[in-house]
């Protein structure tokens, strides 16, 4: 019998999975704007989130939240982080109970820094939960090109049969049980696409980029693990691959942040352009008081927040990394004692 | 009281090394060719391997082997694999006892596949070992920029002492006391860089790349700790930092073989070109057998050695690595049960 799947939110990456889904399984995308809806169900287009794209034909789509969520025996949530909790609490009534329940989004909530599972774990209590997350940018995705991402679920059993559902053409789906360490990992790889991009920005070259990269991956694992985490889904695809992808990337926002502070601009001048927000520039002083609470140095995190919020030059940060006191290579990571 | 050191080998590395080195302590560079020696003592140059570079003026060089090895507190080895045995064997009747030798050489011996510290430890029986390793490109180093490395010797209270040696300016030295995981990591890193410049070589995006480094390094790591190295090593700067800059860098010669093979050319039309082979086409076939002797699973090694020596296409051999079995993504790796 088919697994129906349902995918709340019709922007590049909600329309994206949904797209990959459509390939295996009758799938419906919810949009909240009637004409995005409309558009995905008869012309098979998103033109404002996907310019030129051509999606699945058989993906519908619809604004009525209660009529996509009512077949769903999958709910995959493609809503970004600030939305996520009330889109959950809207679909809630109609969702029939047992229905796994995955999330797209990365990031904390505002305020309770909450993860994106923790909230589906209290909105929903008894639905199986899970996150897809790695190095995947939608448009490349789209266009056919390889690529890998990570089904985070505790329950193995659940987690292998969805893989399937997701896997489509060079698009692969691997599993890992650590739920948390994949969120914390997608909520801090943006502040360190900061700092890396501050280095494309200083102009350095590729050994700086390659440490700053390298360690930045090492204050995520330390922070990710203190939080429950484990250490080796900080060097897989959810943490390493999804950080490289994010630094190497001309289309991220966060890097592009970061290069352009590196250039000597100022945060204002940079957002005011953007006309949009890079999330790590929000998440930059949730991840520095988590640190703080949890006790673990975070040298580039703590620069990338003088560098945005305290008026200090992105070249006197790199110069202040570099000053610090000598150390063992992976002090406070991982469980082998030193 | 000082700690003289002597370096042999005047390539690029090696010199850079020395004049790093210059910079703390009294160093004596040790060149084969007598032209190199005379450059470097009388003129703080050396034009053939780092045409336009000053070297410190403090820094001293010769021929004389005997000459430069009797007044050694620290030997550094910067020979390339293929000679590192002949130089130590040479160096070995004017060492004094107790003195710590560092290799600064990447690869294994050919025939016997030993590393770099198995052959100090043969030759030189007694005397601690170590090697320093990362993403250090010389001439971004001689430049002066930010840089990172890590000194992996079992001893830390000797690696703690040496450590202060190699820190200069921006160039910053972490302990490590994972000896064989560095020297493995500093191995297999080549052949990967091979398949990402492959990647590269066909045009594929970033989600594509960022996929197959960490891909590749999951596979360094299950050989790596397989063979006694510590998986949090391969996520460090002998690892994944080395890796990021090989994989990144235009000077790249590994990851420029691979480019031009996703281009469709030949192996022997590559070699020709380049007047010199990259160390991953011959280790390659040495770390496949590894691989197959220890009985791991190494999928990337696997098609990079398709291409280069059993005629596949780089196009093949990237719809032959999507086409792999669905499986957990951390199968193989660390320590945890799954």
């Given at each position: ?65 209660a ?24 679909a ?24 994106m ?11 199986p ?30 987690s292998?049969?969805l ?56 204050e ?5 693990t203190?939080?429950g ?102 002090h ?7």
């Amino acid at each position: 019998m088919a697994i129906r799947c349902t995918v709340l939110g019709a922007g590049s990456w909600g329309t994206t999975v949904a797209h990959l889904l459509a390939h295996n399984t009758p799938t419906v995308l919810w949009a909240r704007d009637p004409e995005v809806a409309a558009e995905v169900d008869e012309k098979a287009t998103n033109e404002r989130y996907l310019p030129g794209a051509e999606l699945h034909p058989s993906l519908r789509a619809t604004d009525d939240m209660a009529a996509a969520v009512a077949s769903a025996d999958l709910l995959v949530v493609g809503v970004p982080s600030h939305g996520f909790r009330q889109a959950i609490v809207d679909a809630r009534d109609d969702l029939r109970p047992w229905v796994p329940v995955i999330s797209l989004a990365k990031g904390l909530e505002q305020g309770t820094r909450l993860r994106m599972t923790q909230i589906i774990d209290q909105e929903l209590p008894g639905h199986p939960y899970g996150m897809l997350t790695g190095p995947n940018l939608a448009r490349e995705i789209l266009a056919g090109e390889a690529a890998a991402s990570v089904l985070a679920m505790a329950d193995e059993t659940i987690s292998e049969q969805l893989q399937d559902l997701f896997c489509s053409g060079l698009f692969r789906v691997y599993t890992n049980p650590d739920v948390v360490g994949c969120e914390i990992a997608g909520s801090l790889k943006n502040v360190i696409a900061i700092a890396s991009g501050m280095a494309d920005g200083l102009g350095t070259g590729d050994n700086t980029r390659a440490a700053v990269i390298t360690r930045g991956l090492a204050e995520m694992a330390r922070l990710g693990t203190a939080m429950g985490g484990h250490t080796v889904t900080f060097g897989g695809l959810a943490g390493l691959g999804d950080l490289l992808a994010t630094c190497m990337s001309r289309q991220s926002r966060n890097r592009h942040v970061g290069e352009q502070l590196g250039r000597g601009r100022t945060l204002d001048e940079i957002v005011t352009e953007m006309h949009m927000v890079a999330e790590g520039v929000k998440s930059t002083p949730v991840v520095k008081a988590m640190a703080a609470e949890h006790g673990i140095e975070m040298p580039i995190v703590d620069e990338v927040h003088a560098v945005l919020y305290e008026g200090r030059s992105a070249k006197d940060a790199y110069q202040g990394l570099l000053n610090r006191a000598h150390v063992a290579e992976m002090h406070g990571i991982g469980s082998r004692s030193r």
